[in-house]
């Protein structure tokens, strides 16, 4: 049986792509990803979850991040909730991986209704597949089951790579890219200041930037 996990890193920040990751694995396998020591990424140091990360590929059978940058939010936004954004996001991923079965971590505050719709979504593509598809949809599933932990971790590695590219290249410091975080914000009234409006890499539609656009 070839199970999935996915999961989403960066859906709050105002800086930066969302990455949901993906992670294939034939049930066997699944025991090994646990023995790796994987948990919610949010746990895990960053050098444990690049550790971490290096090592599900080699048990994995296929590990997938879609990505989905500020621009594509901000536009997707004007026609849709971030919810429906997210069941997109992980339908694409489900795509990708084809799996028998499917243990996501619900990004809706109704987790059964995100796995519905995750699967009516899939159903648009691959009808007949989906039919044979179980999807488990449950908060803080990266926590519960391994193979979610897996996807946490990979979808963690790549958007804290992007924030580190992103800060290479403007040669400053973006805090973690949250809201609440006084490093962002500073971030955010600085280069409004002194450019007059945020650069392509932040979320135009947050309201934190919003707020910057308006001298808040």
């Known amino acids: 049986m070839r199970i999935a996990g996915i999961d989403e890193a960066g859906k709050g920040p105002v800086i930066g792509s969302m990455c949901i990751g993906g992670v294939l694995a034939d049930k066997e396998k699944i025991d090994s990803l646990k023995n790796l020591g994987v948990a919610d990424s949010k746990k895990l140091t960053p050098k444990k979850r690049e550790h971490l990360a290096h090592q599900i590929r080699k048990y994995a059978q296929k590990v997938y991040i879609f990505e989905v940058s500020p621009s594509q939010i901000d536009e997707l936004r004007k026609v849709m909730s971030m919810n429906k954004i997210m069941v997109l996001g992980f339908s694409r991923v489900l795509e990708e991986l084809q799996p028998d079965m499917a243990y996501v971590d619900a990004a809706d505050v109704n987790a059964a209704r ?36 897996a996807a946490s971790i990979v979808a963690k590695v790549r958007r804290d790579e992007l924030i580190k590219e992103l800060e290479k290249r403007i040669g400053i410091d973006l805090g973690s890219g949250y809201p609440s975080d006084p490093k962002t914000k500073q971030f955010l009234e600085d280069w409004n200041r002194e450019y007059g409006t945020l650069p392509d890499f932040v979320r135009h539609s947050w309201k934190t930037a919003l707020n910057v656009g308006k001298g808040k």
């Open 114 to 149: 995100f796995g519905t719709n995750l699967k009516a979504q899939y159903a648009k593509k691959y009808p007949e597949k989906s039919n044979e598809l179980t999807v488990v949809s449950e908060h803080q599933a990266d926590a519960k089951y391994p193979i979610v932990s």
